[in-house]
């Protein structure tokens, strides 16, 4: 009992002169000094940076997506059947078990063309 106590003494002198270190003790003024007014300062930077660089950035890049959409051709592709594509093994469960969940008449097509196409 003795050496385990003389081992703990040991242990704790160490201990007590990393502690009381310069280095420790200038960490702790500085977390210490991090709180008084720094905080308000960063949060104003950033709510600067939201209003002037981020919400223009966002709107720019909608009016960007608006004017390449208003470009763009709503035409259907042309349908090839590929073998490998539109499998039907099984039918859905719903409907008439051959369109998916999220079917879109005019984007999707089924395994004999897309709707309303007579050719």
């Not at 940076?49 to 223009?56: I, M, N, Q």
Request: glycine share 6%; with cysteine.
């Amino acid at each position: 009992m003795a050496a385990l106590a003389r081992l703990s003494q040991a242990l704790r002198v160490p201990l007590r002169s990393v502690t009381r270190s310069p280095l420790n003790r200038d960490r702790r003024q500085l977390s210490a000094a991090a709180g008084h007014g720094h905080g308000e300062h960063s949060a104003k930077t950033w709510k600067i940076l939201t209003f002037v660089v981020a919400l223009p950035g966002v709107a720019v890049c909608m009016l960007n997506m608006y004017l390449k959409e208003q470009q763009h051709s709503h035409e259907q592709p042309e349908f090839i059947p590929y073998t490998h594509l539109r499998i039907r093994s099984k039918r859905f469960p719903w409907g008439d078990g051959n369109k998916s969940l999220f079917h879109n008449p005019h984007a999707n097509a089924l395994p004999d063309g897309y709707e309303g196409h007579d050719e």
